[in-house]
């Protein structure tokens, strides 16, 4: 039988920080040599195959202020729209090198987040449906007592947006621009897209129930 555990009480939260980054992003915290590259450095390597992008954005708090020790995660489809993990049953079909999963720090500077990988391509999504395009966001900084989930999606792909079953339960346009990232040709050799996140006020990034 279960032991019964209602002699413990609920602790307080906690947000993220200060050691976060110490732990996950080790370099980027002046901590060296724990790994070659912090782990989620890489998301696609030099084998796979795909359009390149680099995406650029900063977090902001609802006042407007950047927020300088953020930390995110990502996860996509590759360029075919095939994820690698067990969930996906064409995972074994997944490009060489590509990893899926990214991991950065806001810069403590400048706010700014950053990461390269490839364009994903549409992915199957719930009832027989097609998701367009698009990246997975998670988001901790100082201040978020849970993680927040988000998407990236590309604007150019106007036609896949507009049917994607997650964009289309946003009933507010102005809400789901939020989610639209902007395209940039100033972004060297690779793409690149700027794609800002605001956690509160004017401009709410709309974030997802995990």
């Known amino acids: 039988m279960p032991q019964a555990l209602d002699r ?20 980027l915290a002046g901590v060296a040599g724990v790994y070659p590259i912090d782990p ?11 359009e390149r992008i680099r995406v650029e954005g900063r977090v902001f708090d609802g006042d407007g202020g950047l927020v300088r020790d953020a930390l995110i995660e990502t996860w996509q489809a590759d360029a075919n729209g095939v994820y690698n993990a067990p969930l ?17 720090a806001t810069d403590f500077d400048s706010g700014v987040f950053a990461f390269e990988t490839v364009k994903p391509g549409p ?12 990246i997975s966001f998670w988001i901790v900084a100082r ?17 896949a947006n507009a ?3 997650v964009l289309r339960r946003i009933e507010n346009p102005a809400r789901r621009a939020t989610l639209i990232a902007q395209s940039s040709e100033t972004g060297g050799d690779n793409k690149l897209y700027r794609f800002d996140i605001r956690l509160q006020g004017e401009g709410e990034t709309v974030f997802f129930a995990t």
């Open 123 to 134: 992915a199957p999504g719930p009832r027989d449906s097609m998701m367009a395009p698009h």
């Open 40 to 50: 989620g450095g890489v998301i696609a390597g030099p084998e796979t195959p795909g």
């Open 88 to 104: 996906d049953p064409r995972h074994g079909r997944c490009a060489p090198d590509f990893i899926g999963w990214g991991r950065c």
């Open 143 to 159: 201040g978020i007592n849970l993680g927040l989930s988000t998407r990236l999606y590309f604007p150019e792909e106007e036609t």
């Open 163 to 165: 049917a994607d079953p």
């Open 8 to 27: 413990l009480r609920e602790t307080p939260s906690q947000t993220a920080g200060p050691y976060v980054h110490i732990g996950l992003v080790p370099s």
